[in-house]
Each structure stands twice: as structure tokens, then as C-alpha cells.
């Protein structure tokens, strides 16, 4: 039996690679979970009296693109965040998680060629998986852009040879980032766009993490392209209810994009997605709608952050996060220092390598550990005082 070359040097996923690393030692004390980025916090009470609710949709099939309620209440939510107004019926479309339409837009949008050359995808590096992956399924070549704190944690696409840049088809943008709590700023923003502008491609905007932050909402590109003017094609944006609304598991995501982006979207996934059942749809719509929760949601991140602030304290290198529930802590070899904290304490952390690309010495993640503070308060600051006595003291 013959099997496809295309994804066969992929390298291993980042959680299976820590477990192949970590598992077959013995922990060193009481296990604290510090790797996934997965919300612990509640949801709102009455997501499940909704669902409950709307059960008999079930039964029936739901529409490709999301029910109108949903829609209305993403564009509603859009214009509340972002101050741009947008039709809920060729603007936007629901996903079934942002990492579907981060992988289909590339599917649906990307040319197979850029000037008679093979094309190029930009991805921060370090990096959300899905982007590698979704340039390699269209043939395009993956520019792994690092991110790192000479250029504020955020990728400088304007630095790159215009030989590069003349074969972009799409660059894809987090922020705030994953895994650096960097925020875009609306300059950031400015640059990028213009960069789009003149050298003709997209930007995928990957703002899933909003909605968590310190003080002041972080600039959508949304914002930014609207006063400038700018194509609406240009722009394409994802967001979701997983971290905003601590929902992972409802897979309520969006898409927003210019007509013609949204149509050709929506073409690929009559064909090949997979929707949200309606009873999750009426309540995705109920939570878009309130903000309520979210502030509630925020404020406890802002206890956390406050938490990590007070624990890293006079620590050399670290970095409080702008935004997102991450921590990216300088150490002096990722991969050895969560084996070692494992080993001495019992707390698993990601090394910053599996988020990133680049041969030894050259890997912008190799001298990082990420820390996920999603764990409830005393738990949290437990781990962050127990991984900080261990490496830094």
C-alpha cells in the first residue's frame, strides 16, 4: 500500500512531542498541568439551558454557512469590537473553530502561483501550527518570519527580500500572540496593510485572544483597514468563543472578509466542512451577544497576570504579557529545562522549540519555555513559585 509524500516530513505535533519527551520519567512531585492553552474558568450558567432549549435541532441538518441569528450576532459583536459595520449574509460566515477557516482560507484563497513563481505564506515564528500545515497543503512555500524581542514579539514582514515578497500570496498575523502575549499596534497594523497594499496579498488575522488583556482592547485589523481604506479583500479575520468566553468545546468560530473572500470560503465547505449542530449555534449566538461574562472573565486573567508579575518579580528577561493567557519565560534550553522540571517538581510546561522552525542555534523558540495560566488562582501561583525556584534560583 502506497501512502502520499506531501505531509510525511511533517514534524511531530507539539503535545505528542512533549509526552514522548516527558512521560516515561517519573515526576518529582504533585503534577500542576501548565502546558495546554485550554480555558478553566466557567462558562456562562445558561449556555446549556439554551442548548437544551433548541435540542430538537438536532435532528435536522444546519446551514453550511451558520444560522441567521448566529451571523447577526457575530456582525453585531463586530461592530461593538471593531466599529465596523458588516452584512451578516456575505461578510461573515461561522466556523467550526478558528482552526478550520485558518486552514480552508488558505485552501480557498491562495493562487497557485504569485508572478509566474511558486508562492509564499508568511508565518510568525513561533507559530499556531495550523499555518504551516494549510501553506503546505497548497503547494505554497511556509516563510518562517521570527518573532522575537528585537522586533517586539511580532513578525517584521517589511524587513524581508522583495524577491520574497513578490511571490506572498498571504501572511498569517496573531495578535495578541501565541505564544508571546505581543499586541499588533494600530502603526503594526498600518505597515502591514501597506505592505498587502504593494506587494498585492493577503492578511490572515488570527485575533482569538482578544478578549483577554490588561487594561486597554487590543487594535483589531478590522479597525485599522476601515480607516484606511483598504480592500476588504485584503482582509480576512478569525476569532472564536473558546478563549473570549472559556467555550472550547462549543467550536464557535468566525470568519469575516470581504464578499468575494467570504463566497469562495463558503464554496470550499459545502464541500468539506463540517457545521455546527443548530442547538450549538442558538447558543454560540446568545453568548456572541453578551459581554457581560467576558468582563467577568477578564478581570480573573488580570488577577493572574498580577500573580505572575509578583512571582517573576527581579527575574532576569521576563516579559509581562500585553495579552492572552501565556507566559514566555527565557531559559537557557527549553527542551532540558521542562525535562528537568518534570523531573525535580512535577510541572510540565512546553518548550518554545515545538511552537517554532529552525535548525539548532537558529530556532527563535529554543531559549524559551511556555507556561499556560489557566489553572485556578492558588494552583496557578503554586506552580509559577515552584517553576521559579527551580530554574531561577
Known sequence: MNFPERFSDLPEYAFPRLRTLLDHHQSGGEVIHMTIGAPMHDFPAWVTDVITENAAGFKGYPPNEGSPELRSAITDW??????VSMDPDTNVMALN????GLYNAAMAL????????????????????????????????????????????????SGLPKDVLNRTVAA??????????????RDYWVELIQLAETYDFRIFADECYSEIYRDTAPTGVLTVAQELGADPERITLFNSLS????????????????PETIKRVKQLRNYAGAPLPLPLQAAAAKVWADEAHVVENRALYQEKYTIADE?????????????????????????ETALRLWQETGVRVLPGAYLSQGDPGQNPGEQFIRVAMVAPKTELRQGLITLRDCIYS
Open 78 to 83: 463586530i461592530d461593538r469590537r471593531y466599529g
Open 97 to 100: 473553530g478558528t482552526r478550520e
Open 110 to 157: 491562495c493562487p497557485e502561483q504569485k508572478n509566474g513563481e511558486k508562492p509564499v505564506i508568511l508565518c510568525p515564528n513561533p507559530f499556531y501550527q495550523v499555518y504551516m500545515v494549510a501553506s503546505l497543503s497548497v503547494r505554497a512555500e511556509p516563510v518562517f518570519v521570527s518573532a522575537t524581542a528585537a522586533t517586539g514579539h511580532l513578525p517584521n514582514y
Open 172 to 185: 498569517y498575523i496573531c495578535s495578541p500572540a501565541n505564544p508571546q502575549g505581543a499586541v499588533a499596534s
Open 243 to 258: 478563549k473570549r468566553s472559556n467555550l472550547a468545546g462549543l467550536r464557535s468560530g468566525l470568519i469575516a472578509g470581504g
Open 311 to 335: 512571582v517573576f518579580a527581579g527575574v532576569q528577561g521576563y516579559m509581562p504579557p500585553e495579552a492572552g493567557f501565556f507566559l514566555w519565560l527565557p531559559v537557557e534550553n527549553g527542551e
